[in-house]
């Protein structure tokens, strides 16, 4: 049964989507996230055991060093959550906690046994795993394929242009005479992708298929899209942060996790080990498939239920 917390029944669509394979056998789920005008569901007063499924996310902006939980710490994320109306949903949840808590944005040392984390999970079909000579051969050096949600983003797309010493492509369209005419051997393409000019997965993950490696940085929350796309087909560079996943991604071992990114971007381009990366991150993103990740989560929540 999938309840909504917004008595206007507003809930985001890839929430709902990953709610509904969750089997949380008779008990309620209840996907929530930041929405705008928000008014709390009075119909849930009644509701007494039921599972949280938290993808809300902070601000681009906000440094989380602590986990924002609901009915325990919102008060100290007034800024996000503002209003009355949010202050009874947090009393809600503070008077009837949920018997299990599935937390997007979850931080490893607020992990227990009913917090857990979840993330976002690949629906695209996976991808084969390419041989060293065919890695080694990849036309880009870089891709950053990405939305305005984080300035962070815009930021780094700007800096492409000045200090990432390539020759660089910002439009899609470009792509093929840019890899045809440009005789820098350094190549990094950066292209934004607005919500109203989305373009297919696969398009997009067949240049993810031609670089060595794939930005997935922050958007308004720590994990992204990105984190279940980047990685499908090439090394995956990410901010390096504390939080917790299903199946962990470990700096030098399936990805690469950058604090300064131009200077860790330079050092993996040159890591002789950076195809064993590509094949142990493309393995552990297919964790991520749907197949794969909600049987995993469903085993998860049996035992703990």
């Known amino acids: 049964m999938l309840y909504s917390f917004d008595k206007h029944q507003r809930l985001d669509g890839s929430a709902v989507r990953i709610a509904q394979h969750i089997d949380t056998g008779s008990l309620p789920i209840l996907p929530v996230t930041r929405v705008e005008g928000f008014e709390f569901n009075e119909d849930l007063r009644g509701v007494k055991d039921w599972v949280m499924l938290d993808y809300s996310e902070l601000h681009w902006n906000t440094e989380n060093t602590e986990t924002h939980l609901f009915g325990v710490n919102t008060h100290k994320f007034d800024e996000v959550f503002k209003g009355d109306e949010w202050a009874k949903f947090e009393d809600w949840v503070r008077?009837?906690?949920?018997?299990?808590?599935?937390?997007?944005?979850?931080?490893?040392?607020?992990?227990?046994?009913?917090?857990?984390?979840?993330?976002?999970?690949?629906?695209?079909?996976?991808?084969?795993?390419?041989?060293?000579?065919?890695?080694?051969?990849?036309?880009?050096?870089?891709?950053?394929?990405?939305?305005?949600?984080?300035?962070?983003?815009?930021?780094?797309?700007?800096?492409?242009?000045?200090?990432?010493?390539?020759?660089?492509?910002?439009?899609?369209?470009?792509?093929?005479?840019?890899?045809?005419?440009?005789?820098?051997?350094?190549?990094?393409?950066?292209?934004?992708?607005?919500?109203?000019?989305?373009?297919?997965?696969?398009?997009?993950?067949?240049?993810?298929?031609?670089?060595?490696?794939?930005?997935?940085?922050?958007?308004s929350g720590r994990k992204c899209f990105r984190h279940a796309e980047s990685p499908s087909n090439s090394v995956m560079i990410t901010e390096a942060n504390d939080l917790a996943w299903q199946f962990d991604w470990v700096d030098g071992v399936n990805c690469i996790k950058f604090f300064d990114i131009f200077h860790d971007i330079n050092k993996a381009l040159e890591n002789p080990n950076l195809y064993e990366i590509y094949v142990e991150g493309v393995n552990n993103a297919n964790k991520y498939h749907y197949t794969h990740y909600f049987p995993h989560i469903n085993k998860l929540i049996k035992e703990k239920l």
């Not at 051969?137 to 305005?148: A, D, E, K, L, M």
């Not at 792509?175 to 292209?191: C, D, G, H």
């Not at 607005?194 to 298929?209: K, S, T």
Request: aromatic share 14%; glycine share 2%; hydrophobic share 35%.
């Open 95 to 219: 008077e009837n906690p949920p018997k299990l808590y599935l937390k997007r944005e979850l931080l490893k040392q607020d992990v227990s046994d009913n917090v857990l984390p979840m993330d976002y999970c690949s629906w695209h079909s996976p991808y084969p795993i390419e041989n060293k000579e065919q890695f080694n051969h990849r036309p880009i050096s870089c891709f950053f394929y990405w939305g305005r949600s984080s300035e962070y983003r815009v930021q780094f797309h700007a800096d492409v242009w000045t200090k990432s010493n390539a020759a660089v492509c910002d439009n899609l369209y470009y792509l093929n005479p840019f890899l045809q005419e440009e005789s820098n051997p350094r190549k990094f393409v950066t292209v934004n992708v607005p919500h109203y000019a989305r373009q297919p997965i696969e398009n997009i993950l067949a240049v993810n298929g031609l670089s060595k490696l794939s930005v997935s940085m922050r958007g």
